[in-house]
């Protein structure tokens, strides 16, 4: 179903709201984006041709898009269903599967098996059930998969932002009462 140009920037006004990063629509401006981009070639620096991989809150589906061309395997892409609707329609991208879920459900990793890596970049501190989305990353692994997350430290007053943590060592305490510490890498 595609949409007229009108009906794209009118969503786009909505969608890309500062929070939820579109590339396209500039929002933030350019630190915003080189943040962004920063992120992204970290996290597909740490990737390996052959990963199976998910990304737990894959926004707009570009990011999903680059780690699928460096593990060249088929690579899940998890958010919530509206922004899945969205990302399908942005990034579609062969090799990379799209599933809509609600984050603070308990068990919606269930369904998708393990992974030998499991990309979470900037989502953690929006999460209502942190607990649960923790126990669902811990879920997707097996004994040697590697974690890559990622989330603001320091003061924050971001309105979206329902989680934060002062330090780096403070973040990986609160994970790592669920994920391997050994195993976990924050970019």
Aim: proline share 4%; hydrophobic share 40%; with cysteine.
């Amino acid at each position: 179903n595609e949409m007229t140009q009108e009906e794209y920037l009118a969503v786009m006004g909505k969608w890309a709201d500062g929070e939820r990063f579109v590339p396209e629509a500039f929002v933030g401006g350019l630190s915003n984006v080189y943040s962004h981009f920063a992120h992204w070639q970290r996290v597909q620096e740490l990737l390996n041709e052959g990963d199976r991989a998910i990304e737990v809150g894959c926004g707009c589906g570009l990011s999903s898009r680059i780690y699928s061309l460096k593990t060249r395997c088929l690579l899940v892409a998890v958010d919530k269903p509206d922004v899945v609707d969205m990302s399908k329609q942005m990034y579609p991208t062969p090799g990379v599967l799209f599933q809509g879920t609600d984050l603070n459900w308990i068990g919606w990793s269930s369904v998708l098996g393990e992974f030998d890596v499991v990309v979470c970049v900037d989502v953690i501190e929006h999460v209502q059930n942190k607990d649960a989305m923790l126990s669902n990353l811990t879920a997707l692994g097996h004994d040697q998969t590697r974690w890559i997350l990622t989330t603001p430290i320091g003061p924050d007053d971001n309105p979206w932002h329902l989680h934060h943590w002062d330090s780096v060592e403070d973040f990986l305490d609160d994970v790592c009462r669920y994920l391997p510490r050994e195993r976990v890498v924050r970019v």
